[in-house]
């Protein structure tokens, strides 16, 4: 135990871990926090009714394709900031902020047109019934066709993580929890003489918060204290070989997001094949899982921004040390959360369901889940290490394979064929996370990708 211990420190020095840390918490922080916007509104909605929860859950899925996009363009405008802040080329790291600001538009306002003069056709191709349509236009219309605030919120705050700023992300998102909240109750349910818009107050307030966090983002960037700084008045200028690095980046990203989405939409379909409380359960566990991938998160967020930074300075070695510090701190947490998912199951089943046969498959699930959760801070970490460096093309094809030939084939296999239920389901996702986890581990210590270039 004792050379274990002296290994482990020789490897990671405490200064390092507390520059890891002091990215990564407030990084976990604002996971957190975006978690509990969705808790508050599903918590105000579901007074509405039934159907009003599902118009929202159907706007939901349609925003999460087009996060996907907006994530990837802030992955590739994290990575370009982390090298140039790391190579001390403020001016090429402001030039990208600018770029990005530029592609945000573009694809935000692009977005928001197509759900403005679409909108009823995306959200019948769902299959929505008559009586969630009612709901779920109107919560539609204010958050999907302003999605260019969104995007441009998202594109700012990966700017500032790519320049080593993760509080000002964190303290926003503490003020835009603030407004939602008061926002929802006064819009949807009104005060003093004021009725109340219902489910329409509810888009209007997720809407206004992300409007304020883009005016506040704003005024952080426009400061001359931080290290990358906008003016907004100044001229602007469309540099093409930033933008095409940054698109370069970030359209496997988006693409690797995509495979995901569609393919938890299919074996999603094959579960409920499985049974009304396989299915419940499933979802009830994933929901718990949550928490266990937040300190990932957080984490990745940090390997993404030191490994970009390091690699600018020319530091390589340095870089691939931040990483594997990074992922060896996230599978500390997220094991310690296995751990107590595996003990406390029964009681954490049944804190969403009074179905033995449910809370049943629940811990049975969690349990599987316990298990897996190194392979589990792998996949995110590493994932988010090679991303900031650039690479984003390899677990773009990792998730390919692993969610298409492995998880829907295995659920298909697994869960159907074989009768294993929600178990086989289990598995195969395991089966998916652990071998993704080793060959991203690999490739990231090879460590091909340090000589990788941007431009």
Same mark, same amino acid.
């Given at each position: 135990m004792t050379e274990m211990t002296a290994a482990i420190k020789g490897f990671m020095?405490?200064?390092? $871990?507390?520059?890891?840390m002091a990215l990564a918490i407030p990084a976990i922080i604002e996971n957190v926090l975006q978690v509990f916007v969705g808790v508050v509104d599903t918590y105000f909605i579901g007074k509405i009714g039934t159907e009003a929860i599902a118009g929202v859950g159907i706007t939901n899925l349609i925003m999460n394709i087009y996060i996907a996009f907006f994530l990837a363009l802030g992955v590739g405008t994290t990575a370009i900031i982390s090298r140039n802040i790391g190579a001390d080329d403020i001016e090429s790291a402001n030039n990208t902020v600018k770029q990005s600001i530029i592609l945000a538009l573009v694809i935000g306002i692009f977005i928001g047109?197509?759900?403005?003069?679409?909108?009823?056709?995306?959200?019948? +191709?769902?299959?929505?019934e008559e009586k969630v349509f009612q709901y779920a236009? @109107?919560?539609?219309?204010p958050v999907a066709v302003p999605s260019v605030f969104l995007c441009i919120m998202m594109i700012l705050s990966s700017s500032l993580r790519g320049a080593g700023d993760t509080k000002t992300p964190m303290q926003i998102a503490i003020v835009m929890n603030m407004i939602n909240i008061v926002l929802d109750y006064i819009l949807m349910f009104g005060i003093f003489n004021f009725k109340g818009l219902g489910i329409l107050g509810a888009g209007v307030a997720t809407t206004v918060s992300r409007v304020a966090g883009v005016i506040l983002l704003f005024m952080k960037i426009n400061r001359n204290k931080v290290k990358i700084h906008v003016n907004l008045f100044n001229k602007w200028h469309i540099d093409r070989v930033i933008l095409k690095s940054i698109t370069k980046i970030g359209l496997p990203a988006a693409l690797e997001k995509l495979f995901? !989405?569609? =393919?938890?939409l299919i074996y999603s =379909?094959?579960? &409920?094949?499985i049974g009304t409380e396989a299915y419940a359960a499933h979802n009830i566990a994933g929901t718990i899982e949550t928490f266990s991938?937040? @300190?990932g998160m957080g984490f990745g967020v940090a390997a993404a921004t030191l490994v970009g930074q390091n690699l600018g300075a020319g530091k390589k070695e340095v870089a691939q040390k931040a990483g594997l510090m990074s992922y060896f701190l996230a599978a500390i947490f997220m094991v310690l959360a296995g751990i107590f998912f595996y003990i406390f199951a029964p009681i954490l089943a049944s804190l969403f369901s009074k179905d033995p046969m449910v809370i049943d498959l629940? +811990?049975? +699930?969690? !349990?599987?889940? $316990?298990?897996?959760? @190194?392979?589990s801070s792998a996949? *995110?970490? &590493? *994932?988010?290490?090679?991303q900031g460096e650039g690479d984003t093309k390899f677990p773009m094809y990792s998730t390919l394979i692993g969610i298409w030939g492995l998880r829907v084939l295995g659920v298909y296999v697994l869960g159907l064929k074989l009768h294993m239920g929600l178990v086989g389901v289990w598995v195969a996702v395991s089966i998916d996370i652990g071998i993704r986890g080793i060959i991203l581990m690999i490739r990231f210590l090879k460590g091909g990708w340090k000589d990788k270039k941007l431009y």
């Open positions: 020095k405490e200064s390092d $871990a507390k520059t890891i047109i197509i759900n403005a003069v679409f909108s009823k056709e995306i959200l019948l +191709v769902l299959g929505t236009l @109107p919560y539609f219309y995901m !989405r569609f =393919g938890q =379909g094959m579960i &409920i094949r991938y937040l @300190p629940v +811990v049975k +699930v969690l !349990r599987i889940i $316990a298990l897996i959760q @190194p392979f996949t *995110t970490v &590493i *994932t988010s290490a090679l």
